[in-house]
């Protein structure tokens, strides 16, 4: 290898170090990005099967791992996507976390309404996320002034019936732990400038790959 090569080689390895971006939180949260990237709107969203049927939204993805404590563990709606240019609050719209290759991936999502049936029955179906007012939603404590909170609402009935409801994602059982972050963001937007945030923190900047 000569001098030239060399030098090149050292500048690669020192950039792929940069890229690496772990923030630590004020309550002792450390979260690394590893990559975030475009996503097809085709696929679904996680194995809830929540897809973005909308041409007007896109799907994106960004993977972290996180280490956290058992005294202190990641509240996942905690979690936001801001797009600096147009002021906007994306709530996380779906998440899959894992602790290895081997194993079922943890899906924590819980439902903000009550759904009822034409009868006035609750629908409290097993297949459906749980309705549980003990598992707190964090991400209207960290509203952002000067900002938009953008947030989908599931259709769990027909196009005819339709039963509403926002998801959120409660608190994580583990303590170290890869998370994919998923939003679904302003098609139009999606190369505008992208900050992800944990409760009122900032933990990086954000560009999606294609």
């Known amino acids: 290898m000569n001098l030239n090569k060399l030098i090149v080689a050292l500048l690669l390895c020192i950039n792929n170090n940069l890229i690496a971006q772990i923030t630590t939180t004020s309550d002792k949260i450390s979260i690394e990005i590893v990559k975030s990237k475009l996503v097809d709107n085709v696929s679904v969203f996680g194995i809830r099967q929540l897809a973005v049927k909308s041409s007007?939204?896109?799907?994106?993805?960004?993977?972290?791992?996180?280490?956290?404590?058992?005294?202190?563990?990641t509240k996942l709606s905690a979690f936001s996507l801001l797009d600096t240019n147009n002021n906007i609050r994306y709530r996380l719209a779906d998440y899959k976390g894992y602790t290895g290759i081997i194993g079922e991936p943890e899906l924590i999502?819980?439902?903000?309404?009550?759904?009822?049936?034409?009868?006035?029955?609750?629908?409290?179906?097993?297949?459906?996320?749980?309705?549980?007012?003990?598992?707190?939603?964090?991400?209207?404590?960290?509203?952002?002034?000067?900002?938009?909170?953008?947030?989908?609402?599931?259709?769990?009935?027909?196009?005819?019936?339709?039963?509403?409801?926002?998801?959120y994602f409660g608190e994580t059982s583990y303590e170290r732990f890869t998370a994919e972050l998923f939003f679904a963001i302003i098609a139009d937007n999606k190369d505008s400038n992208y900050e992800l945030y944990y409760k009122n923190e900032k933990i990086s900047d954000i560009t999606f790959n294609k």
């Open 56 to 73: 007007d939204l896109r799907k994106v993805l960004i993977k972290t791992k996180i280490k956290s404590t058992e005294e202190n563990k």
């Open 109 to 167: 999502p819980f439902r903000k309404n009550r759904l009822y049936k034409d009868n006035g029955k609750e629908i409290d179906n097993y297949w459906l996320p749980e309705y549980n007012e003990s598992e707190k939603d964090y991400f209207n404590d960290f509203d952002k002034e000067g900002y938009t909170n953008f947030e989908l609402k599931i259709n769990f009935g027909t196009s005819e019936n339709p039963k509403l409801s926002i998801l």
